[in-house]
């Protein structure tokens, strides 16, 4: 195992990461510096911004009016946002022509009509009528046309230039200051790296040719995530190794030709590695003396403020300064959404707009304090915060011009331009560079942030809206009471104040992960006992086998000894002797135990983390993940079942009452998998036992360990010995004989389609009552791109959906259908990803794979892979480290001709790639639904009307749309397929408990006594 090693948040800060938001805007407004006469002072400032604004709206620009009447607040709005981001970069004429009528078929475009007082938008407005109206009638390579152009039009409103050359000559005065960014997301692969590198370095070279007088003013900014294909917190130590020479490389090139280079915002998972990246830089003697190496701080994050002294103690430290731009943030949904997924016990930024104003009022004061060796850069288009600023200013000794105001490229002239009149201080615009294509991803981040209801761009120049209203003060609204926003509760209530979500790690976090590592290390030398338990007892028998690790073949676990046919005539006498009283049991009693059984996995997460890692192979990530899903199961059924606790009234005739109950079967067997020993097994024993039947559980062979810990757990929460018996053991013996005999009552099953029928064919031929069968089994799942989707995003969806788990669950991916016209594109990525891939030992916090389960497993899709590279189109496989000890299967993805050509469910990290022609759509959904599997279903598509008709027609269980296919979550995807994949109920689903209970109806006639007393009693 290896620990984190680049720790270098203070504790300080990590404490803020979390924190209460009540707490800490209560922090801030301690600290809040301004009098009652200053605060007077911003609101007057403020107000005339806006005003001047406002008097100059005849020179409002096409953007302002533009997001003015279609801010993100209307479905139209919506509607050419996403219209937007994809259009431009759809490669064919048929698809882009498809995208243009889905959207515009579903706006009312006619209530906009005449309604912006900016004629440009009036006559886009128009045209949006005239043609949505024309469709069918206009042809459409006009309608494309015309919307190609509208786009091109809106992206050069963002884009500076092209090229940076392009845009150095796009520079008028000699006093403008610019910060370009060379645009484009995150790299994926090392040529996308490579090419952010060379971008980077050549608008260096050439911001250097400029005249002195000019390149004064001109400044860089540089994406670290754009530099690495990897650039996550798992892979610190490659990152520090070969992204650090890299930046100081650029920040050389930047100190020769003197200019200013800051390193840009990412996600809050990317903060810490951002920081250590920024320091091993900034401490490097090759650039001693040179100011020139910024930061980009973000003021919604809890950690800003104390980041910031962090900053300028690194800057006191070297004696240098740290230009600092501050900006209130750029991936707000997106941590929220992180969050909740990840169970945090709270969010790193705060969640009321007034929160974050007041977050960017106290960095701002705090900046202007530490101006000795931080240079403040204020990048803000709200006149209040702008106006605080100047205030703040005023006080502080600083000289004018020792810091300035920045502006995005294409927002907010009206706003500087009133600045410039009032107070005449210097304004920085941040200007992106490059192709249209690359400009998506940051279009609609800034156009989300800014045509946002709380956006003080989208109100500013709206007549409509009182000035009052745009120059509120932060700290007179936190003053009263406002905290965190009640319609975003904190990701532990996510589900409600009834049932509380798992908690979660946050694995970008160096103390969190130190927190992880440390608490399962003691595990690692542990040697685990597994063997049947019946009434509580653990059992001998003959002989126990040793359990060796699938990562390190010759490292044991522990052992385990499987039980024999006595042992089930034991458990079978006493669960069937047992139910009764169980079943009679109160529901809430049940949910109860349930309760507790939650409380006990998440109080043994260490050791059941590293079980999992050790017995299992899973991943540490992996190993989280599924403890939390046992949690959610336990959690969510003890909340379903109080929809069994009381009786179901029926309508019916006066004098008679009708009621529905359920009650427990009997005896259930629960028979689990190996691919998630924890999750699945201990998903099917809550169920049945929540719903009152008695359970014997048959954990799969290879992950008997886990079974008997779980079992163990369960009785510690409360379930009586007789109600649950966990008995390890062979499918062909023991599973066998529990179907077989006739005092089982039901059966829940996971696992291959074939062990199903086997399953099916026991139950039909015992002489004894008719039982259900619950089963969930695997598929062929299949993914549809068309050439609409976003490639970066497909190609994130593919390697989670395909390899997470080495390809390991029955959800995995396994055929990608690519429309040709995109094909390409998206395997070249895919190609350039899978090589990112690191396959090694699970335990390793930098492993993204670990092994398959076995050695037949492991022969078995060596075999399949070495056959099907004899024959692919296509081929591509992720290079095997040396020396791994283990059963590892290297990702695999190569191309075919027709779904046909797949066996069935090949259950590893091994993907079939099909190309379809965009008309032959119908076809393709019809050759996968012939397979007969349905369990998971993907679709990448920005038309919506394709997607509804791809969800309709595609017969699977779960389908998910625009996302990766793995990671259902209790109560919020239920899980399960049709046809060859399950036969429901979904689990983790509203309908699951009713399949273990009974139904029986009670009628009673109230009229019995001699009359009907409620009917003769009803006044006349």
Sequence with gaps: MSSPSHQILTPAIDETFLLDEKLACERLLAQVQLDESQHKQITSLATQLIETCRRGSKSQSFFSAFIQEYGLECPEGVLLMSLAESLLRIPDRKTAELLIEDKLKQGNWKKHLSRSSFWGVNFSTLGLCVTEKGLGVIPRSMIHGAFKCMMHQLAHHFVVGETIENALTCIRGPGERFSFDMLGEA????????????????????????????KINMSLSIKLSALYPRYEYSKAEDVMRELVPQVLELAQEAFRQEVPMSIDAEEVGRLELSLAVLKAVFCDPRIAGWEGLGFVVQAYHKKAFALLSWLHTLAAEHQKCIPVRLVKGAYWDSEIKRAQVLGLEGYPVYTRKAATDLSYLLCSQKLLQSSDYLVPQFATHNAHTIASICVLAKGSPLVKGRFEFQRLHGMGEELYGALKILEDLPCRVYAPVGHYEELLPYLIRRLLENGAN???????????????????????????????????????????????????????????????????KPYFDRRWQGMPIVNGERLTTRQALKVFSPAHREEPCGEIAFADLIHVEQALFSASNGWEAWNQTPIYRRAECLMQASDLLELRKFELIALLIREAGKTIMDAIDEVREAVDFCRYYAELAKGLAEPLNLPGPTGERNQLVWNGRGVFVCISPWNFPLAIFTGQIAAALVSGNTVIAKPAE???????????LFHKAGIPPQALHSLPGSGSLIGRALVSDARVAGVAFTGSTETAWAINQALAARKAPIVPLIAETGGVNAMIVDSSALTEQVVQDVMTSAFRSAGQRCSALRVLFLQEDCASRI???????????????????????????????????LNYIAKGKGTARFFYQTPLPPNLEGHFVPPTVFEIGRIEEIPGEVFGPI???????AGDLDHVLGSINRTGFGLTFGIHSRIEGRVEKIARQIQAGNV??????????????????????????????????????????ITVNTAAIGGNVELLSRPG
Aim: proline share 6%; charged share 20%; net charge neutral.
């Design 454 to 520: 709380s956006s003080f761009v989208h109100h500013v120049m709206n007549d409509k809206i009182p000035v009052q209203s745009l120059v509120k003060n932060p700290v007179a609204e936190m003053q009263v009471g406002m905290t965190e926003s009640s319609a975003i509760p904190v990701p532990l209530w996510l589900y409600g104040k009834t049932r509380q979500n798992s908690v979660g790690f946050d694995m970008t976090s160096a103390s969190e992960v130190t927190f992880i590592m440390d608490g399962i």
């Design 827 to 861: 395997l070249s990525g895919l190609e350039g990803a899978m090589a990112e891939l690191k396959v090694g030992a699970p335990e390793e916090l930098g492993s993204d794979l670990g092994p398959v389960i076995d050695a037949d497993a492991h022969g078995h899709l």
């Design 911 to 917: 993907l079939h790639v099909i190309r379809f022609r």
């Design 702 to 712: 290879h992950t008997s360990l886990m079974a008997c810990l779980v079992t163990e």
């Design 960 to 1001: 998910y749309v625009n996302r990766n296919m793995i990671g259902a979550v209790p109560g919020v995807q239920p899980f399960g397929g049709q046809g060859l994949s399950g036969t429901g109920p979904k689990a983790g689903g509203p309908h699951y408990l009713f399949r273990f209970a009974t139904e029986k109806t």
């Design 187 to 214: 790299a994926l692969t090392r040529r996308d790296a490579e090419r952010f590198f060379h971008a980077y370095r050549k608008a260096l070279v050439q911001i250097g040719k400029l005249p002195s007088s000019r």
